[in-house]
């Protein structure tokens, strides 16, 4: 029995010394390992996705476009023997290249191709800027407004403000109408002017006996095909929508009749007067108008 125990004891501390050397020679072969790939890992350059794979990766899109607006890639006619390759332009790339030299690598120029044809083929832009306005005309008058008078009809409205008794605002709108609609119709402004003359004294609120409203005496149920739908009678009172009326009433008259002087008696609902006052009366006007405005005079005499 005492032998036995003795035994068991020997065996146990026989057990522990293997062990030992077991975790003894793990631990040494582990710190050779690592001393051995610290040697080999000194000086390494950058790992990449397609490093790990085996594979060179090829430049992207977004690469080849750098390169050429960096003017890392050669220009067209210069991808000679001499010519630096694109990997070599990016640091990353070279030092992956350097790392994987003995690897498979992409076909020989490939790269060099493709940069060549990222120069020749431009990115195009994602957007276009807009034209800007003349930088001169900015400077003159910068808060110009589309709607803004001509230097005619500035001179024709201080005239017409000191001769009517009338203020600069509130004839303005209907003088800017009458550029804006007499130019789509094909007619001279001032003879819209004159018609607003000789028709209500350039009186926006004027009503006559027959039931004419506004600066050109529009009557509404003539031309409610021209006012618009759902439109009341007081909306010629607004002097835009007035004179925009009356221009498309006398140009109807010039369609129908085909003369100015014709159109200008039916404008006044006077077709049956031989003399043709009315008509004398609106281009003596107007002639007076051209003048006001500046024109020569002999481009008036020709209107009249």
């Known amino acids: 029995m005492k032998h036995a125990t003795r035994f068991k004891a020997l065996a ?120 800007l306005r003349d930088i001169a ?39 800017a109408a009458a550029e804006t609609h007499a130019e789509e119709l094909g007619f001279d402004p001032l003879l819209i002017v004159a018609i607003m003359a000789v028709e209500s004294s350039f009186n926006h609120r004027a009503v006559s006996n027959m039931g004419a409203l506004g600066l050109m005496q529009v009557i509404p149920r003539y031309h409610k095909d021209k006012i618009g739908p759902n439109r009341g009678r007081n909306v010629l009172f607004d002097p835009e929508v007035n004179v925009r009326v009356g221009t498309l009433v006398l140009h109807e008259g010039l369609q129908r009749y085909g003369s100015m002087q014709r159109a200008l008696q039916y404008y006044n609902g006077a077709l049956n007067d031989p003399k043709a006052r009315y008509t004398r009366k609106v281009m003596a006007l107007k002639k007076r108008l051209m003048l006001i405005a500046g024109r020569d005079r002999s481009s008036a005499e020709q209107a009249s």
């Open 137 to 175: 005309a900015l400077v003159d008058n910068p808060f110009e407004d589309e709607g803004a008078l001509s230097d005619e009809m500035e001179r024709v409205r201080d005239w017409i403000a000191d001769t009517y008794q009338v203020s600069e605002e509130t004839i303005e709108p209907a003088l």
């Open 12 to 131: 146990r501390q026989a057990g522990g010394a293997a062990r030992s050397l077991a975790h003894g020679a793990v631990l040494s072969v582990g710190l050779m390992g690592m001393g051995w790939l610290g040697t080999q890992g000194a000086g390494a350059a950058d790992v990449r996705y397609g490093d790990v794979l085996g594979l060179q990766a090829e430049p992207t899109a977004s690469e080849l476009a750098m390169a050429s607006v960096l003017s890392f890639a050669p220009r067209r006619g210069e991808m000679g023997a001499s010519a630096p390759s694109f990997a070599a332009s990016i640091p990353s790339l070279a030092a992956s290249t350097r790392l994987h030299e003995s690897l498979p690598v992409a076909a020989p120029g490939l790269i060099e191709r493709k940069a060549a044809r990222a120069v020749a083929e431009p990115i195009p832009p994602v957007f276009h800027q807009p034209a």
